[in-house]
């Protein structure tokens, strides 16, 4: 059909190969300013009973964005919110009272310390849904967790939103977890303490996904978003633990020139990286590259010309953000780059080994990261199950028993990472390798000693005594998913 | 229900709030090498007749992987592809021959020179469809247009497909079109004639969005890909546009502390952009930032502290691209970011002033870039309409004639930007401003002399006479939509 449009021209309506309106008239964008307070901005975002609100994590025990948030939503008189975090802290005590007020109702996300402790008791309406950090995004990616609102802090921001995490006062390192929240929340508030003329440089989130930014005086506290310096071990034992890592893979033959590796910020995995880069340094090596938390005992170690290349995920020390800041072209690796297991690739596969920590391995080789031997609902995944499925070759490093409680146990109370993917149990008092692996048996045979890990479980409980069964009730606290979304084990109250 | 999962573990399968799948089974990841040659990735990417096919632009003029690409689909005996490309230079011209042997049925993506010329003759079966940069990214971002396979080209990547334009001998700035064609298309492949070691250093493309790695000899012919440096115009008669250009800005109270603008890479532009450095420089001003396709002309500026932050998309010259690799922080600018009608918010909406071309220009202030007045379809939209809309003030600069062709005229031949979202047009022999623009007027009275629009088509018609009367036949050439999606106008084919 031909038609005058708007521009008074005659138009087709219907061509080969496709239908088309007419031009109906152009005007001027007219953009609105984005910029208010935070009430303001949750209004405006249709906050209501029910919504589903989600933070990212990084400023850590210094975080002062959750517990604003929920106490405006308090003051809005709003009820029933789920969170879905990506991890919650100590310094969010205050979140129990709003539970108890009935504010927040259900929680999709991790959640370490005094809350997970309290929900442990008196579980919520709904169980909390745990997913390691691939799995979060995924999940949001495949709308299986729709977010409604999502509130993305940021040490520095322009008015448009378009902002970052690596600069300003309160830097806590690239913002890396938000970027598909920002994707696929229906609306989006970044929280900032820092305004900074447009554009703002280094943009981990852009404008084109925001639709207000709030101005607040300070978004956490420096010292407890990053350390000055990440501690490594003084105890003699987890140090052994982390030398004997290094034997097991130089046994294997993982340190090699072009060896690539993900080891994290906890005590041992601190030391593992630094005796690493000592190996790498005596033998003259060069490892392709690390990924994971950054620390200084990476860049030190970058900088000796021993690493190649590093990858930016979570900083864990002020060294790190600010080395970022001065370094171009040094990739940025968001959570989806990292670990998406519905992606075309991710970071993670490319890893020859990875070093990680557990409160409980058992027998079948599962590990525990997320409950206590006593039940208690205490940790997140974090990025455990997807580097344990992607890393060639998966250490669990543990103490064989801590005081009275064997680690190395027949089953673990809470299953996090499956013991098909786990390759190897390394322990203050031995060493036990999958029997699945017959590769890394094969190749590490008459190097080093190596147990069953019956052997070790044997040990532990002739240590510290038969773990006490514990007393569950039916009511379930927790859900713990499969990076695929499957439900691996389910969190019960423990009946006193 | 109750039910015993792959862990060995009983679970639940609904629960308040849920239901859920136990977990199935847990395995390593076991990546596929990406890297092969582009026969065996178009047949992986399950290459067919009719399918869709997309690339960017930003070899420009020196690239060779649309015609590549082209020549290996026939050599596959694949026909009746459409292409979308983001824009076809005069390097395209065996596109020709992959037409008539109908390998190429259908193009969604902007023509210049040669190829549109032979298209406006020889209509293919489907007519073009002609979008704007934000428009492009739009249509593909919703489905409009869907792409069965991306092709983009880079100048390095690993071979994961983390990948840029901004390192590598073939280096081109920045990739910024193609990160909608890697998140919407079914299959993307990386072209790139430089592999460097996982992980690539500057990645606009990351892995998790990458099917396959192709490596060939040769993307592109550096030469043609950017400037060493950009030419400005040395013709008197376009210096005097271009000098008109800022007497106007300056009148209308644009020049000042944190002006915010946009000047393309044209002869003309980059005389305005000169120009307004120089000003600026007088004047002690300081502009807030540029944005747009960034010369040598703008770095200049920058670095004397006359723009206090650059925006890069494409960058036009060697120097930019060098400049960018080595300053860290500076944010890249893609096309969504830039011009997506459908974000939340767009970078250009920030824009006090842009100065844009054209091929014609209308007493209704229409502006015609796409066809010359000969009626032949020689030029893409770019980010004429998007900037148009965008900024608080569109200045198009044209010459009152060329040779015995007016460009002020009655009507343009075809509207690519209508007039309502055009401020002024700049001429060699005086200025119109848009009558429903009074604000501007009352700036710049008794500043600097304006003439109606009729005024300078008068001017235009005495000096180079009346334009002749077209010729059209009813065959639909092409579709020029407007960024909405809405169709502005018909290209017919021009008859004899």
């Given amino acids: 059909m031909r038609i005058k449009n708007a521009a008074g021209r005659i138009i087709e309506t219907e061509t080969t190969g496709g239908k088309y309106k ?154 890396v977890y938000s970027q598909i929240d920002a994707l696929k929340a229906d609306r989006v508030i970044i929280v900032t303490d820092n305004i900074v003329e447009y554009p703002c440089s280094f943009q981990e989130i852009t404008e084109g996904f925001v639709d207000f930014v709030v101005k607040v005086d300070c978004i956490g506290f420096p010292e407890n978003i990053v350390s000055g310096t990440t501690k490594i071990t003084s105890d003699p034992l987890k140090q052994g633990i982390a030398y004997r890592c290094i034997e097991l893979m130089d046994a294997a033959g993982i340190i090699k020139n072009g060896m690539t590796f993900q080891s994290g910020a906890g005590g041992i995995s601190l030391a593992v990286t630094k005796y690493l880069g000592e190996i790498l340094e005596k033998k003259k090596l060069t ?18 010309g021993r690493i190649n290349k590093l990858y930016f995920g979570q900083c864990f020390d002020s060294h790190c953000v600010s080395f970022l800041s001065k370094n171009p072209g040094i990739p940025i690796l968001n959570v989806g780059h990292y670990a998406d297991p519905t992606s075309k690739g991710r970071s993670i596969d490319n890893l020859d080994v990875v070093v990680l920590g557990a409160t409980e391995v058992d027998i079948d080789f599962n590990v525990n990261v997320n409950t206590h031997s006593d039940g208690r609902m205490l940790h997140g995944i974090g990025g455990h199950q997807d580097t344990a499925a992607g ?84 009511k379930i606290v927790g859900i713990i998913k499969w990076i695929d979304g499957t439900v691996l084990d389910n969190i019960k109250i423990i009946e006193n």
């Fill in 287 to 304: 490892a392709d590259f690390a990924i994971g938390g950054i620390t200084k005992y990476l860049t030190d170690i970058y900088e000796k």
């Fill in 22 to 175: 007419p031009f109906n008239g152009a005007k001027k964008y007219n953009s609105n300013p984005k910029l208010t307070n935070l009430s303001d901005a949750l209004i405006k975002c249709g906050l209501r009973d029910g919504l589903t609100i989600s933070f990212h994590h990084q400023l850590r025990n210094g975080d002062n964005v959750i517990n604003m948030v929920l106490k405006t939503i308090q003051d809005l008189k709003i009820k029933n919110i789920r969170l879905a975090q990506t991890a919650m802290f100590n310094v969010h005590e205050p979140v129990i009272n709003f539970i108890s007020e009935g504010i927040v109702n259900r929680i999709e996300g991790s959640i370490n310390g005094i809350v997970g402790n309290y929900i442990s008791k008196n579980p919520l309406p709904y169980p909390v849904v745990l997913r390691s950090h691939g799995g979060r995004w995924a999940a949001i990616k495949s709308d299986e967790l729709h977010i409604d609102i999502a509130i993305i802090a940021a040490s520095t921001s322009d008015v448009k939103g378009n902002c970052t995490g690596i600069i300003g006062k309160t830097a806590f390192g690239p913002i």
């Fill in 391 to 474: 890393a060639r070759f998966t250490i669990v490093t543990v103490p064989l028993y801590r005081k009275k409680n064997p680690i190395v146990r027949e089953k673990v109370t809470t299953i996090t990472t499956p013991g098909d993917v786990v390759d190897a149990i390394v322990t203050n008092e031995g060493i036990a390798i999958n029997p699945n692996r017959r590769d890394i048996i094969k190749k590490i045979k008459r190097k080093i000693d190596i147990r069953t890990i019956e052997e070790l479980k044997d040990m532990a409980y002739n240590s510290a005594g038969i773990p006490e069964k514990l007393n569950f009730g039916e």
